[in-house]
């Protein structure tokens, strides 16, 4: 088999093993929507530019990071030992980063367009939103690519949430840092243009989370 | 206004801390601290380099007598 | 051999005795605070509208410093901007710091906001960076004044550090806050190293590099810690805020809690080579990254911290060289020390494992 038939075999694994039990996702969409839903209680439609920013990125981000702590469906010591010997580490770690792009590229859209129905888009009218959404998916692929590592890191050391919030949280902050400026700059009316630098930092900032991950993984994944 | 009132506050600092040879205090504490420190750190060092030696000849001596 | 290993020791603690002496006993040098109207002139209206060529007013200069009383008679005044000088006569020297100063100028003028200079043989020329701001005055920018006579003149004073605005006293915060950054990205950097050398190795091969990194970064984050606890402080009094919006600190702080969740992990980690080999893949992920943001993101946005643009105090590290004087001591001798204290560290986990095998 080629590599990208392997790295394709673990993806389908992972989404059937993900899909078989529906109420993991559903519980993730529950939790943002619900998140979305307090903000909405807290401050109606006419949240200010800058809580409407503040309480985006705080959503998006907590719900993004609690998709991708949950334990990997089939993480055990079994399991690992054999993917050990029938495919390379790699492989397994860029399925897992594509799976965790997936996930939270889907937890992030429906966490993004709860936010718009109910807070409105008084700040974000036509392609700003389109705009913001780029941003919004890059940061959640940021994301993904950093907390794959991470998680399958916290899960080695056998630590559970905490220890995934301890090691990627410091990480994330430079993201996130990029990200609420990024969208702060759109809703203050700055032309895309001007702004679309932050954009590429973040791309960047996913393939070096990417590359990283590749060159190390496999120390970590050996026995 | 308020700002050149904080500036000008500097003014009595300045005759405090040298004026009255407080500086002289200040560095001569922050002197015998860190010689203080040095003192201590080269007692540290010897005594973990002696007990060292103690616990590695202890460790050869119990291999000693297990081999004999 | 022994004389060499000893040597570096005493000859950092020796220079951090130097630097910490010299930090808190050379004297600021002079400086310009202020320069203002006087709230108590008196306007003399028939004098003023009957002036047609030249209005007065009073100003006073206010000095930090300064040695006016010395010589008094030699206290020169002028208003310069890009090339364009004239001088201001100076009343009278009220004391050391004090001086009171004529605002005898043309109606047309080249400009509203001017640097004040002054030149004084006790403390050479001062500046106050667009010290004042004419109102009243025609501006034509195409108006020339006649140029006086101006050459620099230097400070006949004892070894002084140069004087900032804003900063004042607290220059002497340079010698503690700078090295200590300085110092822990050097064992941040033995530790990156030690980490490397610990995942190259065969399979099955020792921790010895693990304790390393361990020593290293437990020392480094105290370094990292009192770095963040002197900038705070420098922060409180130049910028007026415990913590500000800079990609310095965001960076700073980055840095220390990856540290910290480096530490953290080794803590949850029981099987000692399973633990040597994670905590040496996190270092590695956490410092690339760390060197990656510290170098980009300090780009995306303006900086309070000198030469990036938008601090007030230090335009550059310019140092001038009674500060070099003492800065590269304090940069050598914080090294040394903290390469001290990590292999006293090193040495101490070492013998605690002996200990513990030996108790096996």
Not at chain 1, 160 to 178: M, Q
Request: proline share 4%; glycine share 8%; charged share 15%.
């Amino acid at each position: 088999m080629s590599a990208l038939s392997h790295i394709r075999f673990l993806l389908n694994h992972a989404i059937r093993v993900e899909l078989r039990n529906r109420h993991g996702i559903a519980g993730l969409l529950v939790f943002a929507v619900a998140a979305v839903y307090t903000c909405y209680q807290a401050t109606g439609t006419h949240a200010e530019k800058e809580s409407w920013n503040a309480l985006a990125w705080v959503v998006l981000l907590f719900a993004g990071f609690n998709a991708v702590s949950k334990p990997w469906a089939d993480d055990d010591e079994g399991v690992r030992s054999f993917l050990l010997h029938t495919v390379k580490p790699q492989h397994w770690l860029l399925a897992r980063m594509v799976y965790y792009m997936l996930l939270l590229g889907t937890v992030s859209t429906v966490t993004f367009v709860a936010f718009l129905l109910f807070l409105g888009m008084d700040h974000l009218d036509g392609w700003k939103a389109v705009h913001y959404y780029a941003g919004v998916i890059l940061t959640s692929t940021a994301l993904a690519s950093l907390l794959a590592m991470i998680q399958a890191l916290a899960s080695r050391a056998g630590g559970g949430f905490s220890l995934i919030a301890v090691l990627g949280l410091p990480l994330i902050i430079p993201v996130i840092l990029v990200s609420t400026r990024y969208g702060s700059d759109l809703m203050r009316g700055i032309e895309f243009g001007d702004t679309a630098h932050h954009l590429l930092f973040l791309a960047t900032l996913s393939a070096g989370f990417s590359a990283l991950g590749y060159i190390l993984f496999p120390y970590l994944w050996r026995d | 206004m308020i700002m050149l009132h904080t500036l000008l506050q500097a003014n009595p600092i300045e005759g405090f801390f040298f004026g009255s040879g407080k500086s002289m205090v200040v560095g001569g504490v922050a002197v015998i601290i860190i010689l203080g420190l040095g003192l201590w750190m080269w007692r540290m060092e010897v005594r973990i380099q002696r007990l060292d030696e103690a616990v590695t000849r202890q460790a050869n001596g119990s291999n000693e007598s297990t081999t004999a | 051999m022994r004389m060499i290993q000893r040597s570096w020791k005493i000859g950092g603690i020796a220079l951090l005795a130097y630097v910490l002496w010299t930090t808190f006993t050379v004297p600021l040098g002079p400086g310009l605070l202020e320069f203002r109207e006087l709230e108590f002139r008196e306007r003399n209206e028939a004098a003023f509208s009957a002036a047609n060529t030249n209005r007065i007013e009073t100003y006073e200069l206010i000095g930090l410093g300064t040695h006016w009383t010395v010589q008094p008679e030699e206290l020169r005044l002028f208003i310069r901007k890009g090339d364009q000088i004239a001088p201001l006569p100076v009343i009278d020297v009220i004391d050391d710091t004090h001086a009171q100063v004529a605002l005898l100028l043309p109606d047309t003028l080249p400009s509203q906001a001017w640097d004040v200079l002054i030149n004084h043989p006790v403390d050479g020329t001062l500046f106050l960076q667009n010290g004042l701001f004419v109102s009243g005055f025609v501006v034509d920018e195409s108006a020339r004044l006649p140029r006086p006579q101006f050459e620099e003149r230097i400070a006949d004073l004892p070894h002084h550090f140069p004087f900032q605005p804003r900063i004042f006293e607290t220059i002497r915060n340079l010698m503690l806050h700078v090295p200590m950054w300085f110092t822990m990205f050097l064992l941040m950097g033995i530790a990156f190293v030690a980490s490397i050398r610990q995942l190259s190795q065969k399979a099955g091969g020792s921790s010895l590099f693990d304790l390393r990194a361990e020593a290293s970064v437990q020392v480094g984050m105290m370094f990292g810690v009192l770095g963040l606890l002197t900038g705070s402080l420098w922060a409180r009094y130049t910028w007026g805020a415990w913590w500000v919006d800079d990609p310095q600190l965001n960076g700073a702080l980055v840095t220390v809690l990856v540290y910290a969740g480096y530490l953290i992990l080794r803590g949850s980690v029981e099987d000692e080579r399973l633990k040597a080999r994670l905590a040496a893949v996190y270092n590695l992920f956490a410092f690339v990254i760390l060197m990656i943001l510290l170098m980009v993101l300090p780009r995306f946005t303006e900086s309070l911290h000198p030469g990036k643009g938008g601090n007030p105090g230090f335009n550059s590290y310019d140092l001038d060289s009674s500060l070099r004087a003492v800065f590269y001591p304090a940069v050598l001798g914080w090294m040394l020390l903290g390469t001290w204290m990590y292999r006293i560290r090193l040495q101490a986990t070492q013998l605690n494992r002996k200990l513990h095998r030996l108790n096996e």
